[in-house]
């Protein structure tokens, strides 16, 4: 009986030892961003569930939605408002018009309320731009419009 007991005692820990699971870090994402800061880095990107690994004593944090741009979008950086910009119609339904005050070099994005990218443009000297919506499902949609150092997010309702 005995062993019988240190058998199945052994098989356990043998199995147990044997059934970790591993947790490795992976994403269905666009774009994304990793600070590091001593031993600690932040890595986030656009569909990554919150996990939290440790390596080697260095703790790595991994969170959800972001964009390459996220940082202007919010308000990390020590950007300036953009003004002037007109969009319309707002609500749309197959396309905005975007109208800026002056030319310039414009970095347009459009992101979808959970921070996927749905598109990105630049608009070099010219006045007025048109965003075709055509496809997107009806909802609210974020319009990030950046210029030098000057940056605005617009809401976009497509109806």
């Known amino acids: 009986m005995m062993k019988k007991h240190i058998t199945f005692i052994l098989l356990l820990i043998v199995g147990l030892g044997n059934a970790q699971t591993t947790i490795k870090k992976s994403a269905i994402a666009s774009g994304g961003s990793t600070t590091t800061q001593g031993n600690i880095t932040l890595i ?15 703790i790595s944090i ?5 964009s390459p741009d996220i940082f202007e979008l919010l308000g990390i950086e020590d950007m ?3 003004t002037g910009i007109q969009i319309f119609p707002n609500p749309a339904i197959d396309y905005v018009k975007v109208l800026f005050a002056e030319e310039g070099n414009y970095q347009v994005q459009l992101f979808d309320l959970n921070g996927k990218l749905i598109s990105s443009f630049s608009v070099e000297n010219d006045v007025e731009k048109v965003i075709k919506l055509i496809n997107l499902q009806a909802g609210t949609y974020l ?13 976009i309702i497509k109806s």
């Open 62 to 66: 991994s969170e959800g939605f972001i």
């Open 143 to 155: 319009l990030l419009v950046k210029k030098d150092k000057q940056r605005k997010v617009y809401k």
């Open 44 to 58: 986030s990107n656009i569909g990554e569930v919150a996990i939290q690994e440790q390596n080697n004593a260095n």
């Open 80 to 82: 300036g408002e953009l």
